[in-house]
């Protein structure tokens, strides 16, 4: 019997498999399609202090196995997300990660205090690395002192272990990595999406709204793996890995490079159920590898 | 229930200038009932193109277990669709969002339609004929090769075309039709390019209507938040074009 457990700082998942925040919404819509207690665990769509609308449309557009977004972290508020949101997700035996944003650090702090006292959310994101809106997000996420203090005003309110989201849009993936561990992160996940832009060729307009968008899906899975791994060999803080998992030998890749638990963004879209049918397939594709748990995997491309 | 399948290719017909009528079959179509939804295809087997197409149902034939999509081609997507045969099968998300309302159809309804919009109004025309509702067909195209079922709407009541160019019917919009035609409907139902649907709800503002929206969208079931538009119902009220919609009242929409 094949081992999917993993064991990580406030989480204790059945299998290493989870839904990336901003690609599942609340639930709600993917309830409709299988049973959510299947899950390892669930990152929903980033939470901020108010409610957000968001960018204007077009906020998608489609690129080289890709996709470029700028939704602009539109979500109802913090207030709606615990009394509304959370509760519903109560039903589902499923620890939730919460994913955290602001436009200012007092922001984070008030979203942290009060969102991390929800008796389904298990662990936070911090959102230190959405590329797509003017103030907060990545430019916490660049600057690994920001970076570090945050972590550590989030630390000091939040009843839950805190995660924070690495951004690719940066020279030295590493340096912010060592930065929120000195803060007091208890995990990393990795990564958010590259900046990008797309522009129509009739017009030279760029298509999505936002002008730039992030981009995510299989074509940003290379650079994905090469950070997990490059993070992996400076600190042993869990890593929850993500940027283009799509099929099962995706998890495979990004669990050999150091990642304890993976998440799936973008194939949701694609494939609505391809988080069910990665947890049904994981099995049988490390028994092939010769493994029998997934912490037997992990990591064992450092070892060769 | 909304279903993943993947469906046996029953045809696939240019019908007009890169116009497409592709019919599939499967169990899915059991799922369908409202006229005005959408299903979600993959076009590849791979991740490129990366995303599912929407496009509308044209017509359901639940004895047959299956249904009918017409859609035009022209991008990256919708090219490789167009050379599917009967010997591929197709990947269906569906039924997707909230079609057109029959039961608020009164006696008599215009159905008006532009371009690629034209055909979820089919099946649409189709269920309010079954009903006893007398329908009026507006239909809009570029030019005479891109009218695509004239006579099948014929077939179910006043049919009228306009055409942009002229070559075929009235010149002009679906609204220079309008303008001549009696006031004396119950309800209408509209499905185009959006400053179409815009023209049609200023043009009966006094009229129950039924608008069926467009939006460019990633997920196609509500959890990307990628095909929002603000409401007329308050400052920071807003629907999903996929999963609230497509179909909204008249003057509830932003645009």
Redesign the interface.
Known sequence: MTDLSVQLPGLDLKNPIMPASGCFGFGKEYAQLYDLSKLGSIMIKATTAEMRLGNPTPRVAETSSGMLNAIGLQNPGLVKVVDEQLPWLEQFDVPIIANVAGSLAEDYVEVARTISKAPNVHALELNISCPNVKQGGITFGTDPNVAKELTRMVKDVSDVPVYVKLSPNVTDVVQLAKAVEEGGADGITMINTLLGMRLDPKTGRPVIANITGGLSGPAIKPVALRMVYEVRRHTDLPIIGMGGIAEVDDVIDFLSAGANAVAVGTANFVNPFVCPELIDKLPERLHELGYESVQELTGRSHRL | ??K?EKMAIVSQIEIAKNIFELTVAGSLVQEMNEPGQFVHV?VADS??????RPISVAKIDKEASSFTMIYRSEGR?TSLLSQKTERDTLDV?GPLGNGFPIEEAGKKAYLIGGGIGVPPLYELALQLNARGVETVHILGFESSEAVFYEEKFRMLGDTHIATVDGSHGTEGFVTHILNGLPNDFDAYYSCGPTPMLEAVQWAYPEKKGFLSYE????????????????TTRSE?D?IKVC?DGPVFPAGVVIS
């Open positions: 229930m909304i993943q993959r991740f490129e193109p990366l995303l599912r997507g998300l939006q460019r969208m990633g997920c196609g079931i509500g959890a990307c938040f990628a095909c929002v538009c603000r920071t807003y999963s």
